[in-house]
């Protein structure tokens, strides 16, 4: 039985670059930085998507980590994108606020490969631009 979720955001044009997204009750700007002509009021989209990626893998991993008493508070990721054309690598870099073991070290890393973004990354979602 195959269950689906939706979500929607809106992206509405502020002038130049500026785009702010709404979700739910929830705001991001978007921007270009100043030298691309932009006002520098938000993150570019590719680091957004990275955060998201990384954020969507920290929750994964506190999920974990709070089932098995492992503290996370102060638990840092550090997401980089060597883009390169239409691909390139994403490198995250998990830091924890205290040292855990090798056992959970790999559990770790078998979890935060569960992340519903990484597993989209692998098996991509089908995108269409419909105009009104």
Not at 46 to 64: D, N, T
Not at 72 to 100: C, D, F, Q, R, Y
Request: glycine share 6%; net charge positive.
């Amino acid at each position: 039985m195959s269950t689906s979720t939706i979500y929607s955001v809106t992206c509405e044009n502020f002038g130049g670059f500026k785009f702010l997204a709404k979700s739910r009750h929830h705001k991001v700007i978007f921007d270009q930085p100043v030298e691309k002509d932009g006002e520098d009021t938000g993150m570019k989209p590719p680091e957004l998507f990275i955060a998201s990626l990384g954020a969507c893998m920290g929750q994964v991993i506190a999920k974990f980590c709070k089932q098995n008493n492992i503290t996370t508070k102060g638990m840092l990721l550090t997401v980089t994108w060597k883009k390169e054309h239409n691909s390139g690598e994403i490198n995250i870099k998990l830091s924890m606020p205290k040292a855990i073991s090798e056992k959970y070290e790999k559990a770790l890393i078998r979890v935060a490969n569960e992340c519903p973004l990484h597993k989209a990354l692998h098996s991509p979602p089908k995108i269409t631009l419909k105009i009104n």
